[in-house]
Every structure is written in structure tokens, then in C-alpha cells.
């Protein structure tokens, strides 16, 4: 009797700590990811006159780094997520404007903003199935687009919210019409942030997230807390939308009211769909891709390069399952001789 309840103990250990071995060796970082992280450096010195557009993408990539956390991570499928990318420009630009211009203030200013809106919504969002998520999360998203169009006074209209002036980075560093300050502002910004969304998504939290995408149903009988996890990664994912805002308002010094309208949700989805949901690098690649896409058809064909753009898009969803990411895997995992 007494031997079988001290070995009870020892029989869950090797179980945990199997587990934790896992999670460590998932967060461990590979050689790929530095190679990654090299090409921003790279691009510094290959790419000196096109930093804005690189500082853009950077911005475009932790867009779809937030839209990664709770549709590739959580299952939460969303069609307004501009909505806290919006708020978070507007934050930050009413905030400069009022004559606190601080980088990292803003910064912090428009995750907060967002952040509260990404929780006080998560309950009405997450009430229903795909389908009301879909329509909810527009819902939002257009009736912040009326309110800023009707709220002239304070966030411009249609004209935009003007008289941004952002202070020097660290009080060194000023903002200059070539774009050096701004890209290594946005890339350290990104390169931080993913470095956290990296963190959370592998830990325990991060693999409940993983057991609710799969069967939301059977997670609860394990002892999860389903609400609270998609409570808090939807509020995680709005912070991170609202961060990007932020950065696009500080680089431009200039907010439009397009920052709520509803292409921009809708080529955020298409650009995770591009590069891959739930592997936090799919969102980067899709960002970098759609827009060096993006510019350079614009550049041959300005007329019709959406025609040519959606070519693209169709041969990715043809050839490249999973997306970007999933193609680089099954490279990576192809041996010759081998079928697939």
C-alpha cells in the first residue's frame, strides 16, 4: 500500500520533465534564425536608398506577427484586426501632436490603447463560432472607421491626423527624410517583439494555445482555462497590432484614416495565408515577400499590378501548401529518391 502511493509521484516526473525537455528544445534557437536575422543587417548596406520601403515591411511583418498570435497560435479567425492596428496609430499620433513625441512613450501608449480594446472586445468576439468572429471582428474595425471619419476635431477625417512631430530616438537620434533612423528603430521593435511572441508560444501557455486550435473541446476536460487563454492571447495579438500602428505613425509623422478601413485586414489575411499561419516566421516572410511583390509591380505595371499580384497569390495556394513556410519545410525535408 504505502509503495504504491511513493511511486505515484515518481511515475509523473519523468513525464514533466519530458515535457519541459520539449519545450526547451523547441525554443532553441537554430541556425536558420540567425541566417534570418542577418538579411535586415544585409539590407542596410545592399539597399541604402530604399529604407523606408524596407522600414514598411519590417511594420507590415509585426502586423501579421500579431494576426500569427491568435488566428496560426489560437484559432481565432478575424477580419477587423485593423481595428487595434488604428487605435494604435491614432494613440500614438494624439499623443505626439499634444506635445508628448517620446518614440518609446508612444510606443507603449498605443499598446495600451489597443491592448484595452483587444480585451474589452475579446468577450463579444469570442462568444461565437468562425463565422460571428468574422462579422464581429469587422463590426469593430468599421464603426472605429465612422468614428474617426465623424470625429474630425480630434483625428483629422478624411484628411488625416496632421501635426505629428516625433522627438529623436533616445533623445539622439532624429528622424530623417533618408530612413536610417527608422529602420533600425522599426527592425529592433520587431526583432523584440518577436523575440516575446517567440518566447510565449513556446511555453505552457503557448502549447495549451496549440491543444485549443486543434480540439477546443477536449481542452477544457484537461484542466485549461479555455475562456482566459483566448482572452489573453487576443489581447496579446491586439497589443502587438497596435505596437505596428504606432511604428507607422512614427515613421510617417502622419496618420489616415486607412489605418481602420478594411483592405488593410483583408491584406494582412492574405499576406499570413502567403507566408504561413502558426510558425511566427510565416507572417515575416509573407510581409516581405507581398510587399517587395507589391512595389515592384507597381513600379512595371501601375495600373493593373493587383491583376498580376493575385497570379501570385494563386500560385502560392497551388504549389506552396501550408504557404511560404510550408514549402521551405518540405525543401528542407526532401531527400532524393524519396516520394512525396
Request: aromatic share 12%; glycine share 12%.
Amino acid at each position: 500500500m504505502s509503495s504504491g502511493m511513493t511511486s505515484a509521484p515518481n511515475s509523473t516526473a519523468p513525464a514533466a520533465d519530458f515535457d519541459a525537455g520539449r519545450l526547451r528544445d523547441a525554443a532553441r534557437w537554430r541556425l536558420p534564425e540567425y541566417l534570418f536575422w542577418c538579411v535586415p543587417v544585409l539590407a542596410w548596406f545592399v539597399f541604402p536608398d530604399d529604407l523606408a520601403l524596407l522600414s514598411q515591411i519590417a511594420i507590415t511583418a509585426l502586423f501579421a506577427l500579431s494576426l500569427d498570435l491568435i488566428l496560426g497560435y489560437a484559432g481565432i479567425v478575424s477580419l477587423g484586426h485593423a481595428a487595434f492596428f488604428g487605435l494604435g496609430a491614432y494613440a500614438s499620433g494624439l499623443l505626439a501632436r499634444a506635445g508628448w513625441g517620446d518614440p518609446l512613450l508612444g510606443l507603449a501608449a498605443a499598446g495600451v490603447a489597443a491592448g484595452t480594446a483587444g480585451f474589452v472586445s475579446s468577450f463579444l468576439v469570442l462568444r461565437g463560432a468562425d463565422l460571428t468572429r468574422l462579422m464581429v471582428t469587422l463590426g469593430v474595425a468599421s464603426m472605429l472607421y465612422v468614428i474617426a471619419n465623424k470625429a474630425t476635431a480630434i483625428t483629422g477625417g478624411v484628411d488625416g491626423l496632421q501635426g505629428v512631430e516625433v522627438q529623436p530616438l533616445l533623445g539622439l537620434f532624429a528622424f530623417d527624410l533618408y530612413g536610417k533612423t527608422a529602420y533600425v528603430y522599426t527592425v529592433a521593435v520587431l526583432f523584440v517583439m518577436f523575440w516575446l511572441a517567440r518566447r510565449i508560444v513556446h511555453s505552457p501557455f503557448g502549447l495549451s494555445l496549440h491543444g485549443i486550435r486543434l480540439n477546443a473541446a477536449r481542452m477544457p476536460a484537461l484542466g485549461t482555462p479555455l475562456n482566459q487563454r483566448l482572452v489573453t492571447v487576443y489581447t496579446i495579438g491586439a497589443v502587438y497590432a497596435g505596437v505596428a500602428g504606432a511604428l507607422l505613425t512614427q515613421t510617417t509623422q502622419f496618420v489616415s484614416i486607412d489605418v481602420f478601413s478594411f483592405s488593410r485586414s483583408a491584406e494582412l489575411l492574405l499576406i499570413l495565408v502567403l507566408g504561413g499561419t502558426g510558425s511566427l516566421y510565416g507572417g515575416l516572410l509573407g510581409a516581405i515577400v507581398f510587399m517587395t511583390t507589391h512595389h515592384l509591380l507597381a513600379d512595371i505595371n501601375p495600373q493593373y499590378w493587383q491583376f498580376w499580384l493575385g497570379w501570385v497569390l494563386i500560385a502560392v495556394v497551388l504549389f506552396a501548401r501550408d504557404g511560404l513556410m510550408g514549402l521551405l519545410r518540405r525543401v528542407a525535408a526532401f531527400k532524393p529518391g524519396s516520394r512525396t
